[in-house]
């Protein structure tokens, strides 16, 4: 057994023996499983019939769709949802941690209630928006905030800041990274391995349908790639935008002392530090990994958990960058920003996010990566277990996973049939096999032992 790594609170337990999985026995397992799926899921498949002809792919995202077809939800209360064929699913995607409180969260759903006495939109200020950018700046250690309505206009108002900040176009992101879709930020979001050559000196991926700009793509986790990158290119980069842990190749977590360096290089070559915690935020803990691993950006821009399920985004930081709202060089502009829903959405998380409710979150998932990297142990299987705040993965890997490389190297066949066993008894997690659980402020212990006892039987079935 081998404890990887426990700095600044982050978790991954890599076994030290481990005997292959049998790709045969992985080929029967997706067999049947998707033979069970097709057989209970008819009104889900009529729903998908009917969807396709007024939406793409049946959906509102394109994340949503899967083949044959996605599961169609009907409705969703605390921890579970129900879906058109009346089965109940236990949720551990909760809407990408948007749904950190729970479904239907009564404060929340208290908080929109009383919202809707005093009215819908003003497009002026109000007391509302300001008292939810103050929660916000205290919250997460800021000095400014603007609200926006998704993750991808954050992202994309975030750059602009640090454009009109540093007068430079470039922007550099980690390969593999996924920051919305912004047209740069599309660019290596999940290149395919050919197209992308040297690990060291990545070739930035772009499709021929965008216009990025001037676009740089770096190794995670490899400071001296980052280095050679700013003495090249600096002068041309206005941005360095990253996930602080990425959560959008499972979960990542950044070496001992990468952020920290990060930082420094980011001072020493001019270039505005942006950590994306989109999806990090208040599920990696209270006040955000930037302040949990004890690293400063310069910007920082959520989405998601802030809002208790309800469409709202921001982006902040420091004064001197936000200054550049101020004074209009990056003007920001948004009929709906900032509107009174989105706001009583801001006030109920902050009522329900305290630290102990997020730690005692966090508590059960640490019981659940214990517990589950125990039966890898046991099952000797080729994987194992990393975790970051309420969120938790299996990643199908005998060593740790550093970077998009580590991640493109993973047994997609075995993380695909583990998700469809899962998903065929009553468990659902995101479809695109580079998520991660997320243990809400609904779920509770028996929810625990049914995602814990449900990998015992995956693991089971893997060895019969
Ligand atoms: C890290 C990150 N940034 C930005 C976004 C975009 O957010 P949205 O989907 O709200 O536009 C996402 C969405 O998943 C994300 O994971």
């Keep these: ?49 009917r969807s396709f002809k007024a939406l793409p792919l049946g959906v509102t995202s394109s994340f949503q769709h899967w083949d044959p077809y996605p599961i169609s939800i009907a409705s969703a209360k605390g921890a579970y949802m129900t879906d058109v064929d009346g089965r109940q699913l236990l949720d551990l995607s909760m809407g990408f941690g948007a ?74 992101k980690v390969e593999g990274g996924y920051h919305g879709s912004y047209d740069p930020f599309v660019v290596s979001s999940k290149p395919a391995l050919d197209k ?18 001037d676009i740089y793509v770096v190794p995670f986790n490899n400071i001296s790639a980052l280095e050679r990158m700013f003495e090249k290119n600096a002068k041309k980069i206005a941005c360095f935008i990253v996930e602080p842990v990425l959560e959008n190749l499972a979960i990542v977590l950044p070496d001992e002392g990468y952020l920290e360096r990060v930082r420094e290089l980011c001072d020493e070559y001019n270039v505005v530090l942006i950590f994306d915690e989109v999806k990090t935020g208040l599920t990696a803990g209270a006040h955000g990994a930037s302040a949990r691993l ?29 200054d550049f709202v101020t004074n209009g060089k990056m003007a920001h502009f948004g009929t709906f920003n900032g509107n009174p829903l989105a706001m009583a959405g801001v006030r109920a998380i902050d009522r329900i996010c305290s630290d102990e409710a997020l730690a005692a979150a966090e508590e059960l998932n640490q019981q659940a990566l214990n517990r589950i990297s125990a039966i890898i142990d046991e099952y000797q299987l080729p994987a194992h277990t990393v975790g970051f705040g309420v969120k938790g993965c299996v990643t199908w890997s005998t060593s740790p996973v550093r970077n998009y490389r580590d991640y493109k190297a993973t047994d997609f066949g075995v ?5 469809l066993f899962a998903l065929n008894r009553g468990i659902i997690t995101p479809p695109g096999l580079d998520e991660q659980w997320l243990i809400s402020l609904a779920h509770g212990q028996t929810e625990i032992d049914l995602l814990v006892e449900d990998f015992r039987d995956f693991a089971k079935a893997l060895r019969a």
Excluded at 100 to 119: C, F, M, R, Y
Excluded at 121 to 150: H, K, M, W, Y
């Design 1 to 49: 057994m081998l404890t990887q790594t426990n700095h600044k609170q982050t978790f991954r337990f890599v076994p030290s023996t481990s005997v292959p999985v049998d790709p045969k026995r992985v080929e029967e397992i997706l067999k049947q499983e998707w033979e069970q799926f097709t057989k209970e899921t008819g009104k889900s498949a009529e729903e998908s019939r």
């Design 99 to 172: 749904m950190l409180a729970g479904h239907l969260n009564p404060i929340v759903v208290e908080e929109i209630e009383s919202s809707l006495t005093s009215g819908m939109l003003f497009v002026t200020p109000s007391p509302i928006s300001t008292d939810a950018a103050e929660r916000i700046c205290n919250r997460f250690g800021i000095d400014q905030v603007r609200f926006t309505n998704s993750g991808t206009e954050s992202t994309m108002y975030a750059v602009r800041v640090a454009r009109s900040a540093t007068e430079k176009m470039g922007i550099l």
């Design 196 to 213: 992308i050559g040297d690990p060291e000196d990545p070739t930035p991926a772009i499709d021929s349908n965008l216009v990025p700009g």
């Design 294 to 322: 004890g690293v400063q950006p310069d910007l920082i821009t959520l989405a998601k958990s802030i809002g208790g399920g309800l469409p709202l985004a921001a982006f902040g930081g420091k004064k001197k960058y936000m």
């Design 415 to 419: 993380a695909e049939a583990h998700w």
